[in-house]
C-alpha cells in the first residue's frame, strides 16, 4: 500500500476529493485539518477503512478513478491528529499481516 497526507488541504485539493469520492458529490466532506491518502488492492483498502474508522474519530471514503491493477484510493477527512493516528494504526496492522479488528 502507498500512503501521503495532506495537511491543511486547499479548497481546490477538497473539491477534486468531493467530485471523485464514491458516495457522490451530493453529500460533501467540508472543511477538514487533514486528508490521509491511501492506495491499495480493493481487499486492502476495505479492510483499512475498517480500520481507520475503528481507530478514531474520521471519516472514509473510497476515491474513483481508472486504475487497470485493480487498485483504489481512499481518502480518511478529520482532524491532523486522527487522520495522523489512522494511518498509524493501518501501516501496524499491515505490518503484522493482520488488518482485523
Known amino acids: ?3 501521503r497526507i495532506i495537511k491543511s488541504p486547499s479548497k481546490g485539493t477538497i473539491e477534486i476529493l468531493n467530485r471523485r469520492k464514491g458516495s ?3 453529500n460533501p466532506i467540508g472543511p477538514v485539518d487533514a486528508v490521509g491518502l ?3 488492492r480493493i481487499i486492502e483498502m476495505v ?3 475498517d ?3 475503528k481507530a478514531v474519530g474520521v471519516t472514509v471514503e473510497d476515491i474513483r478513478g481508472s486504475c487497470p ?3 483504489i484510493m481512499l ?3 478529520g482532524d491532523t491528529a486522527s487522520v495522523e493516528a489512522a494511518l498509524e494504526e ?3 496492522r499491515e505490518k503484522r499481516g493482520t488488518m482485523e479488528w
Request: with cysteine; glycine share 8%; proline share 0%.
Open 1 to 3: 500500500m502507498e500512503y
Open 24 to 26: 457522490g458529490s451530493s
Open 38 to 40: 491511501i492506495q491499495g
Open 47 to 49: 479492510c483499512a477503512a
Open 51 to 53: 480500520v481507520a474508522e
Open 69 to 71: 491493477q485493480n487498485m
Open 75 to 77: 481518502a480518511i477527512f
Open 90 to 92: 493501518i501501516k501496524i
